[in-house]
């Protein structure tokens, strides 16, 4: 990161999954993860947290008790005087009254700095500059604490990640017995991830979670063994869902869409299942017609597959992803615009065979577009930046990662692109100094990517600084990135974000 404060510790950043990762606890739960945000917002998570100045000044000049710090998420229960209870989960799972925690007469400090510590409107304010891990070791301080922090607002777009080994617990006689998700009820968390799963876990997952019949709106599986029958009963049971993700679950079948897939599903990903063809997408055109939004990652759907979508889905999809499609071409292309013509995003990250004259097709009949993903596609040359540039007058977004063959001509003709606000180039391996140069007059951009740009020098990359409203610049593994060029967009760029 760019001008970094002396003498701040910088926490762990993210990994890249985008899970916040909480230490493992004894009752197993701990080691839930949540997930949180766009890659722009997870870099910025990895920035020193600022603790606003409302705490007690009693508190915070006490030389006993340590600065709280989002390094040190722990330091805040020390800010209480009080250590965090043995074996209590950090995803505050034990909601039990009798559970050892302080009272607001341990807190040390006078009566007046006491009732600072527990008062309501100022807790309500100060939690919010909380990230969630903190936010989870918080709430063990004390009962007034966990009372306010256990407020819904704290968690909106929060998704717990639940492993099959953390809904359990082993009794003394081996036995297992299924975990209580009071914690994440209270809270009202309506989305939930389950990784390695099986038909009878997502079962006793349904029985146990109160929200699990109306209040949960999404559900996601990873690298499950969740087979037709357990595809169905989930869909069946919980009524709520809206939202369904399928990662890496390879048990279940085409047959099982059909059988399974509700009209009420809005939003559909599926990603790295090995039966998912071009059959399981008629299933989709069909049994969905209020789908605004479909991930797909499937290496065996064909052209055939992008005709099956009908004007139902013609009027309400407006994003479509599909990465690493390798057979589709552009006439499936072609099947694409024809079919869903309101798309405002859409992702052809990896689907190597589609060339120029496929991003013609797209710019000259998806005229809504804003966001627009040509990542890892080898074919796409600087024409199809200038039928991009000619015809896509709203896109806001575009990627072109790993586009090789794009040099400076091609940035020449999106220089005259007013609405774009981030362009990613990483590993744009022929983009020069020059190209660089047609850039600098794009004072609409926000979010500029140069990563892994081989020959940008020092030079052409210290011009960026006429930039004046970039937000973010991104020069990971850029030969041209210096220790003395940082330093100087730390100076002329000081409200970008310089990703080094």
């Known amino acids: 990161m760019s001008n970094p404060r002396n003498g701040d510790t910088k926490p762990p950043c993210l990994p890249r999954n985008g899970l916040v990762k909480i230490p493992t606890q004894p009752n197993g739960l701990g080691s839930a993860s949540i997930t949180k945000g766009t890659p722009a917002v997870k870099n910025r998570l990895c920035q020193p947290s600022s603790v606003p100045a409302i705490l007690s000044p009693a508190l915070a000049h006490r030389s006993d008790l340590p600065i709280p710090s989002l390094a040190s998420p722990l330091s805040l229960a020390a800010l209480a005087g009080v250590s965090s209870p043995p074996g209590s989960s950090l995803v505050g799972l034990n909601t039990s009254e009798s559970s050892e925690q302080p009272s607001p007469e341990r807190l040390p400090g006078s009566p007046s700095e006491r009732q600072l510590a527990v008062d309501e409107k100022i807790l309500n304010r100060l939690f919010w500059y909380f990230s969630a891990c903190e936010k989870c070791v918080l709430a063990q301080v004390c009962k007034a604490w966990r009372r306010v922090l256990y407020q819904p607002k704290f968690w909106v777009g929060l998704t717990p990640v639940l492993h099959t080994k953390e809904l359990y617990n082993v009794l003394p006689g081996g036995e297992k017995e299924f975990v209580s998700l009071q914690g994440f009820a209270v809270r009202g968390f309506d989305g939930f991830c389950l990784v390695g799963v099986s038909d009878l876990d997502i079962c006793e997952f349904i029985d146990n979670y109160p929200l699990s019949k109306k209040g949960v709106k999404s559900m996601s599986l990873k690298r499950s063994t969740i087979t037709d029958a357990g595809l169905e009963v989930m869909l069946e049971q919980m009524q709520g869902v809206v939202r369904l993700e399928l990662s890496g679950c390879n048990d279940f079948t085409e047959a099982g869409l059909w059988s399974s897939l509700n009209a009420r599903i809005t939003a559909l990903s599926v990603s790295d299942c090995i039966n998912v063809a071009d059959d399981a997408i008629a299933a989709i055109s069909q049994l969905l017609p209020n789908l605004t939004e479909l991930n797909l990652q499937a290496y065996h759907v064909t052209d055939t597959a992008l005709a099956y979508f009908t004007a139902k889905q013609g009027y309400t999809t407006h994003t479509l992803r599909l990465n690493s499609c390798w057979e589709i071409t552009n006439h499936g292309v072609v099947n694409m615009v024809h079919s869903l013509p309101n798309l405002s995003v859409l992702s052809l990250s990896g689907c190597s065979k589609v060339t ?135 100076q002329h760029l000081p409200c970008c974000m310089v990703i080094e």
């Not at 007059?441 to 052409?460: D, E, F, I, K, V």
């Not at 030969?479 to 100087?488: D, H, V």
Request: charged residues 20%; proline residues 3%.
């Open 356 to 490: 120029d004259d496929g991003v013609e097709l797209v710019a000259e009949n998806l005229r809504k577009l804003r966001s627009l993903d040509l990542s890892w596609c080898p074919r796409i040359t600087d024409m199809a930046l200038e039928y991009i540039a000619c015809d896509l007058h709203k896109l806001e977004e575009l990627v072109l990662d790993r586009c090789v063959r794009i040099t400076d001509t091609g940035l020449s003709y999106l220089s005259t692109m007013s609405s774009l606000r981030s362009l990613y180039l990483r590993w744009c391996c022929q983009v020069q100094d020059f190209g660089l140069k047609h850039l600098l007059g794009m004072g609409s951009l926000r979010l500029l990517s140069l990563a892994g740009c081989p020959l940008l020098t020092t030079t052409g990359l210290s011009g960026l600084v006429q930039l004046q409203e970039l937000e973010e610049l991104e020069l990971t593994n850029c030969p041209g990135a210096t220790p003395e060029l940082f330093k100087y967009f730390s």
